[in-house]
């Protein structure tokens, strides 16, 4: 059964959620600036390796709550221009409320809100989770500045297909091909040294995304057993994730985006 929330209550409540959060945490809430005990809360949630999806409005978002926000490495921080509605949740309580996640509000202002939990109310927990994942699939992905870095080119059979003179990093090519029946030769064997490869190696391997440990590749079951049964639970394919399915290094991923940029660029 629902229980009503006064302001004192309502912050109670939120700050209960993040403590007892295992696995996911949202919270959507137009203006943020966290009080500095939930956000060591947060902090400590996210050092044990606890996933957090924040949304909030990017214009009315201040630098200094920006970088402490963006010091979480499970965070995945979206931004809803139109957002007005205020839900906090982990797998078995919500709060729904007029209190921002706002010191401010909580100090001054004049709240409430309802409390749900998912044993007791799992129909309308389960609906208002729906609602929350729409919101949360509309929002805006933050996007860090982007720096260019240079990265030397993999020695790949299709680099060796664009590139055959610069393989032994060699000036001057060994070998040059000029007309298209040499191409074709050339073709001929790197298909060849393709197939030999495969067969040494077998099948192509992949990691769940959200453990890293090593699974059959398929962008499509990115998640090891495990793993999705914890997923399948909510059935959020913006849920994030920590490894690329493909290369298996650290990568914010998703069941909807499974690769790294890397890796889908390859494909």
């Known amino acids: 059964m629902a229980e009503f929330l006064n302001t004192q209550n309502a912050y109670a409540a939120i700050t209960?959620?993040?403590?007892?959060?295992q696995h996911q945490l949202v919270l959507i809430t137009p203006y943020i600036k966290m009080p500095?005990?939930?956000?060591?809360?947060?902090?400590?949630?996210?050092?044990?390796?606890?996933?957090?999806?924040?949304?909030?409005?990017?214009?009315?978002?201040?630098?200094?709550?920006?970088?402490?926000?963006?010091?979480?490495?499970?965070?995945?921080?979206r931004y809803l221009k139109?957002?007005?509605?205020?839900?906090?949740?982990?797998?078995?309580?919500?709060?729904?409320?007029s209190l921002n996640l706002h010191d401010y509000s909580q100090q001054n202002n004049y709240e409430m809100g309802i409390l749900l939990k998912n044993d007791a109310d799992s129909t309308l927990f389960n609906e208002a989770v729906k609602e929350a994942n729409f919101i949360t699939g509309s929002a805006v992905p933050h996007e860090s500045p982007k720096t260019t870095t240079y990265k030397p080119k993999e020695l790949s059979i299709a680099?060796?297909?664009?590139?055959?003179?610069?393989?032994?990093?060699?000036?001057?090519?060994?070998?040059?091909?000029?007309?298209?029946?040499?191409?074709?030769?050339?073709?001929?064997?790197?298909?060849?040294?393709?197939?030999?490869?495969?067969g040494i190696f077998g099948p192509e391997q992949g990691h769940c995304i959200k453990c890293g440990s090593k699974i059959d590749f398929d962008p499509e079951k990115p998640y090891c057993p495990d793993c999705y049964a914890v997923w399948s639970k909510w059935k959020n394919v913006d849920y994030p994730a920590e490894f690329c399915h493909s290369c298996g290094k650290s990568h914010k991923t998703t069941m909807a985006k499974p690769l790294c940029r890397n890796c889908y660029d390859k494909l």
């Open 36 to 77: 500095s005990q939930l956000m060591q809360r947060l902090m400590y949630y996210d050092k044990n390796g606890g996933n957090t999806i924040i949304v909030c409005r990017k214009d009315d978002l201040k630098e200094d709550t920006l970088q402490e926000l963006l010091n979480l490495k499970h965070l995945d921080l």
């Open 159 to 198: 680099f060796i297909r664009e590139n055959p003179t610069r393989v032994n990093h060699n000036p001057k090519p060994r070998v040059q091909i000029t007309d298209s029946k040499k191409q074709s030769s050339t073709d001929k064997v790197i298909g060849g040294l393709a197939a030999a490869l495969s």
């Open 82 to 97: 139109e957002l007005h509605a205020k839900c906090f949740y982990n797998e078995s309580c919500m709060v729904i409320t």
């Open 16 to 21: 209960d959620i993040v403590a007892k959060a």
